[in-house]
């Protein structure tokens, strides 16, 4: 069965940390990009980080310095550690993978996602 499956979601105050965990099942992991995204109560999904050939990284412009994507390939295990968190970062959180190497943070082109898992940063 194809899946992912977020987990590591909660409620910190401004300036804390959580990491997201995404466990990918059911399809060759390392032939993927992955990536993070995330939506907002009235907003729409916006990319956060993506993850791609050899362990390469994009960034969002509004998280950069801050979150930090990684991947456990052996595991099919993919992170984002999130520090210095604002109340802006306030969004559900989605994992999501597609086939091949191309680095992009346009949620449309991912065909694969979890359910997602809510993060709640308070001020």
């Known amino acids: 069965q194809v899946q992912l499956v977020e987990s590591g979601g909660g409620s910190v105050q401004a300036g804390g940390s959580l990491r997201l965990s995404c466990a990918a099942s059911?399809?060759?992991?390392?032939?993927?990009?992955m990536g993070w995204f995330r939506q907002a109560p009235g907003k729409g999904r916006e990319g956060v980080a993506c993850?791609?050939?050899?362990?390469?990284?994009v960034y969002a412009d509004s998280v950069k310095g801050r979150f930090t994507i990684s991947q456990d390939n052996a595991k099919n295990m993919l992170y984002l550690q999130m520090n210095s968190l604002k109340p802006e970062d306030t969004a559900m959180y989605y994992c999501?993978?597609?086939?091949?190497?191309?680095?992009?943070?346009?949620?449309?082109?991912?065909?694969?996602w979890g359910q997602g898992t809510q993060v709640t940063v308070s001020s």
């Open positions: 059911g399809f060759t992991y390392s032939s993927y990009r």
């Open positions: 999501a993978a597609h086939p091949g190497a191309m680095a992009t943070l346009n949620p449309g082109q991912y065909g694969l």
């Open positions: 993850i791609y050939t050899g362990g390469r990284t």
